[in-house]
């Protein structure tokens, strides 16, 4: 069946660095991506998506970039802050992988 | 703020009791999905109501049934409470071919079955 799923756990980050979260999913049919952040009591808030017949992506301070060959995207935070601490999740459409907890260290 | 509120916010159920969570969606929207996300898992998604009607089911059992209303508004029943149905259950609301499809979620009904 479909999955997706997160390489990393967890990942810490210097407070102004840039950030780097990956995902990797297993359906080539899949055609529409979805990149979540969950803060500690909160539910999921969407950030950005990508549809398959794009490669890359930017919003505010975000970046998801798509390659459909080896079925892998990823989220890069630029200059991250405190506040970007959260659970990070990568879904296609209603499949959410399992989550990437960014903790951003002062 | 997403203009999605849940309720109730937390609760404690008994083993083999049923429950019933509610849903406002933000205004306007007229599809209202639900999620199951236990600790430390990504959110699962259970179904999804398009004006009224269930319009996609994941994988869970039919003691898992909801309800949409008129307004949009929805409900999650569970029957025959298991002890691995505690979890965060969360509704989030979108409109259906709107663009960007954009979701936005509630902040979830904690469930703890004992």
């Known amino acids: 069946g479909e999955s997706v799923g997160l390489h990393l756990p967890t990942l810490s980050v210097q407070e102004g660095d840039n950030s780097i979260i990956n995902c990797a999913y297993s359906?080539?049919?899949?055609?529409?991506f979805i990149w979540y952040k969950q803060e500690s009591g909160k539910g999921p808030q969407f950030i950005i998506d990508i549809r398959s017949n794009m490669d890359k992506r930017q919003g505010q301070r975000v970046t998801v970039l798509l390659n459909k060959t080896v079925k892998h995207l990823s989220l890069q935070i630029a200059a991250t802050q405190p506040g970007d601490s959260a659970v990070y999740f990568c879904?296609?459409?209603?499949?959410f992988g399992p989550g990437t907890r960014l903790s951003v260290l002062p | 703020e997403t203009g999605v509120t849940q309720s109730p916010t937390h609760l404690i159920k008994t083993r083999g009791q049923q429950v019933t969570l509610r849903c406002s969606s933000q205004?306007?929207?007229?599809?209202v999905s639900w999620y199951q996300q236990a600790l430390g898992q990504g959110p699962q998604f259970i179904f999804q109501y398009y004006r009224e009607e269930e319009n996609g089911r994941g994988n869970f059992p039919p003691r898992f049934s909801g309800l949409q209303f008129p307004n949009y508004s929805s409900e999650l029943n569970v029957n025959a409470l298991e002890l691995d149905d505690s979890a965060l259950y969360l509704c989030?609301?979108?409109?259906?071919?709107?663009?960007?499809?954009?979701?936005?979620f509630g902040e979830g009904s904690w469930l703890t079955v004992v």
């Open positions: 879904a296609e459409r209603r499949v």
């Open positions: 359906n080539s049919a899949s055609d529409y």
């Open positions: 989030a609301s979108s409109l259906k071919g709107g663009s960007g499809n954009t979701i936005y």
């Open positions: 205004s306007g929207h007229n599809t």
